[in-house]
């Protein structure tokens, strides 16, 4: 199976390696130190301390392998390479929802950044998609639930 590309900016990839860090450092440790401790109580089969921490441990694992198979696949974001001609991952995008007559800033980032309260949307959402490639003044359309939603791009900045 072919592993796609994830795209992060460096502060998104500093993230996730710091994150990987904690994992594989402290949260290991301290689970087994917890799995030391729950096999001082004595039988197994009936210790949910034991059962507990085992599967604290099984889930820090599979972090640590979605955090390590992420950072082979990050492609580091050039914010060099970045214009502001036309929307693309890692602008910082001002739209107009024309329904509401609202401004909204938006970041465009990867899947792996997304952060709502931080209006960091990704790429690969409705609307992320919809304004890849769109220049300053055009008008794109996301198709949502409730039917469609335009937006008018008011500017596009790094």
């Known amino acids: 199976m072919e592993e796609k590309e994830v795209l992060l900016t460096q502060e998104g990839y500093n993230k996730l390696e710091k ?16 799995i030391k401790i729950a096999l ?3 039988d197994l089969s009936e210790n949910s301390e034991y059962d507990e921490a085992k599967t604290a441990q099984s889930e820090n694992e599979v972090k640590i392998s979605e955090l390590e198979n992420k950072l082979r696949y990050a492609k580091i974001i050039d ?17 107009l929802d ?10 465009i980032v990867g899947s792996t950044e997304v952060s709502l309260t931080e209006n ?11 304004l890849l490639g769109a220049k300053k003044n055009a008008v794109v359309e996301v198709n949502a639930p409730d039917g469609a939603i335009q937006y008018k791009i008011l500017s596009i900045k790094k």
């Open 40 to 42: 001082g109580f004595g």
């Open 79 to 95: 914010e060099s390479e970045i214009d502001t001609k036309t929307v693309q991952v890692g602008n910082v995008v001002k739209v």
């Open 120 to 130: 960091k949307i990704s790429n690969e959402s409705p609307l992320g998609s919809a």
């Open 19 to 34: 994150d990987l860090e904690y994992l594989k450092t402290e949260k290991r440790a301290e689970i087994a130190e917890r």
């Open 98 to 107: 024309m329904e509401f007559n609202e401004e909204i800033e938006y970041t």
